[in-house]
């Protein structure tokens, strides 16, 4: 199977995960987005809580050439740690929310 199809089925499945839990607070929904033909997926929350409207990504990836690129990490636990367990490579995966000085010592891909 190629390596871009594969980083896109198992992201799909990490949101679909995550997209299951509802927040402890308020009426908040979870909304996933793909969009394969531009390699970008986010998980994004959606409603009120109080007088407060959240709209806001709590996950977004993005397929750039042939790494993963986290943009945008909400986790407690890190998407990168959930990705690396699924088998990919640390060397595949770049923290696009660091700074591009603090990357090199992430021990993941600096880009």
Do not use: N
């Amino acid at each position: 199977m190629d390596t871009r199809l594969t980083y896109q089925t198992l992201i799909k499945q990490i949101l679909l995960d995550y997209a299951q839990y509802k927040p402890a607070y308020g009426d908040i929904h979870s909304r996933v987005s793909f969009d394969d033909e531009h390699g970008s997926y986010a998980l994004l929350q959606v409603g009120w809580h109080d007088d407060e409207y959240i709209h806001g990504a709590v996950i977004h990836l993005d397929l750039l050439e042939d790494k993963i690129w986290i943009q945008c990490d909400g986790t407690e636990e890190g998407v990168a740690t959930e990705l690396v367990a699924a088998g990919i490579p640390k060397e595949a995966i770049v923290l696009g929310f660091r700074h591009p000085r603090v990357r090199p010592y992430t021990g993941f891909a600096v880009a």
